[in-house]
């Protein structure tokens, strides 16, 4: 049996106590504005096990209030490599400062290691910060494994059951005046094609109606683990490059764009970096002043064993980025009012301000305006899921699709050469044409020296004269 006790509280708060049998429960009838103090028993039998008494405090649920909201976001944060950062997260939340963390995926290194036992060391780390405030997490590629079991036991997130299913690692909701999203990029590199269609077609669905809800919360910030861009050094990722690469841009960015998400948190580079307003790599100004794009910002510093991402060439977009510089960094996404929000990016060691810079934005809200799903009127195509952009989609159809296309064409070939009987044709495969009046075939090869097939060993395919024309 479980219980968890508010032993005291504060302001005109309401005790509440109650117990559960599950480890996951939902506090009813809190207040907004409030501190609570709690303690969790656990009991088995005669024995009881008890925690030390932690605090946590609800937001002031008030539009026209000065104060600003903030949150702590970053990711790549691992059990071992991420310990120079557990002390000033902590530090930080006991300031009293920040409505929630986020932490967008890849955990521990990984939560499922020695049994599961790095994930029980990490979270008794992350203990004294989650007791807290809420520890709002996406999921990454260090959880896939065996379908995101230990992500999904060890975290309860908002909008999905628990343990959470693979079929919903995404959720959103609202605190003042965000919009928060947390989507899973995961979706693109698991083996099953639903979840693709299955998180788009919530996404739609989810930012449509954000966007009748602008008036009361005017900013859309999305999290997802790896980039859509990136200009790290790092060939074989998503984000760089290659013709079966920018799965998770190709599959969410026109979404995102056409329903005005204002800011893109991402990780996955264990760097840092920030992009100008842009879409589809078109940059649309080298400023935050009423963006007409979103604005990306990959924070995968906190602390990875695989260490840092060296950056590679600069992106025309890139608007700030840093990669030893960055190690142990986390960002600070401060929203001050309807029109203004900041980031900055800080260091762990030394405590400095890596990056700083606001988003001010007077017009919020869709930017393709003609957008209208149940008309029909869909000028970027985002009515339907994108169902090509799936990893194993598209190893499939290229796996299948090229070979059958080769030997359709090395079987027309053959076919035609014979058909016209201007040719024999040697191994199957190179087809001769008559290029000379003169009684006798030739075959032109790569190497550009021509070959009297009449001296030629047409069975063994060994040339027995060479013919130089
Ligand atoms: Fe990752």
């Known amino acids: 049996m479980l219980s968890i006790d508010i032993v005291s509280f504060s302001g005109i708060c309401v005790v509440i106590r109650f117990s559960c049998t599950s ?91 020695e049994g599961g036992k790095r994930g029980d060391h990490f979270l008794l780390e992350i203990e004294q910060i989650a007791a807290r405030i809420p520890y709002m997490t996406s999921p990454g590629n260090h959880e896939i494994q065996n379908s995101f079991h230990h992500y999904g036991t060890r975290f309860s997130m908002p909008g999905t059951t628990w343990p959470m299913p693979v079929t919903k690692l995404w959720y959103s909701y609202n605190i003042g005046l965000v919009h928060f999203i947390s989507y899973s990029t995961e979706v693109f590199f698991s083996d099953n094609q639903v979840h693709v269609c ?92 009423n963006p007409e794009a979103s604005v990306h910002v990959t924070s995968g510093a906190a602390g990875s064993f695989e260490g840092v991402d060296k950056m590679g060439k600069p992106e025309h977009w890139s608007a700030f980025r840093a990669d030893d510089k960055s190690f142990h960094s986390f960002g600070k996404l401060i929203i001050h009012n309807q029109t203004h929000i900041q980031f900055i990016q800080e260091t762990v060691k030394p405590r400095a301000e890596l990056d700083n810079f606001w988003i001010v934005q007077h017009n919020h809200g869709p930017r393709i305006q003609e957008l209208d799903c149940q008309t029909g009127e869909d000028p970027l195509n985002i009515c339907r899921c994108p169902a090509l952009y799936h990893y194993a989609t598209v190893s499939i159809v290229v796996g299948i699709t090229v070979p059958i296309v080769v030997l359709v064409t090395l079987f027309l070939t053959v076919y035609v050469c014979r058909k016209r009987g201007r040719c024999r044709c040697f191994d199957q495969t190179i087809c001769c044409s008559k290029l000379y009046s003169w009684n006798s075939w030739t075959v032109k090869f790569k190497s550009k020296k021509y070959f009297n097939p009449l001296e030629y060993d047409t069975y063994n395919l060994v040339a027995t004269k060479d013919v130089e024309l």
């Open 198 to 289: 299955k998180q788009y077609d919530w996404l739609l669905r989810d930012l449509t109606e954000a966007n009748e809800n602008r008036d009361k919360q005017p900013w859309i910030v999305a999290m997802g683990h790896r980039p859509m861009y990136c200009s790290n050094r790092d060939i074989r990722e998503d984000c760089f490059g290659g013709p079966l690469h920018y799965w998770v841009r190709n599959g969410l960015e026109d979404l995102f764009h056409s329903q005005g998400v204002d800011l893109i948190i991402q990780a996955h580079e264990h760097s840092y970096e920030r992009s100008w307003p842009m879409y589809r790599e078109e940059v649309t100004a080298k400023n935050y002043i």
């Open 23 to 113: 480890v996951v429960t939902r506090l009813q009838g809190l207040l907004s504005g409030c501190t609570y103090y709690y303690k969790i028993q656990q009991s088995s039998g005669q024995e009881v096990a008890e925690s030390q008494v932690f605090n946590f405090w609800t937001i002031t649920q008030s539009q026209n209030k000065v104060k600003p909201q903030k949150y702590l976001v970053y990711g790549d944060l691992g059990q071992e490599a991420g310990k120079p950062t557990f002390p000033v997260l902590k530090e930080e939340v006991e300031s009293g400062q920040y409505e929630t963390i986020w932490h967008v995926g890849d955990f521990a290194y990984d939560l499922f290691d």
